[in-house]
Nanobody, 127 residues
């Protein structure tokens, strides 16, 4: 089991940047055992995959809507996964959640593929 705590959200203007942080804590497994991803949920919309990163941090995958603007990274020694978000638009407004799972392959894009979730952090981009 792993606990995930997100931070770094806020209110910004279009074109600005934000960096979200997800800190993972586990007493059962090493943090490096978990595939980790970021999802987001805008008001009235389904939760959607944003970015995922492999256990080692050597590979990543992104939704088309954020490719080239967002960068996911992880530091297993610090039990932290970051999401650097640049060139934000109002379309990026959502609650951003960190998700983790032990099973299967990296870069899974479905909510059901992740057993552990954080509470989320609100990102609001004003145009």
């Amino acid at each position: 089991q792993v606990q995930l705590v997100e931070s770094g959200g806020g209110l910004v203007q279009a074109g600005d940047s934000l960096r979200l942080s997800c800190v993972a804590s586990t007493r059962t497994f090493s943090v490096s055992a978990f595939h980790i991803a970021w999802f987001r949920q805008a008001p009235g919309k389904e939760r959607e995959f944003v970015a995922g990163i492999s256990r080692s941090g050597g590979g990543a995958a992104y939704a088309d809507s954020v490719k080239g603007r967002f960068t996911i990274s992880r530091d297993n020694a610090k039990s932290t996964v970051l999401l650097q978000m640049n060139s934000l638009t109002s379309e990026d407004t959502a609650v951003y959640h960190c998700a983790a799972d032990l099973r299967g392959s990296a870069y899974k894009t479905q909510q059901s593929d992740y057993a552990f979730w954080g509470q989320g952090t609100q990102v609001t981009v004003s145009s």
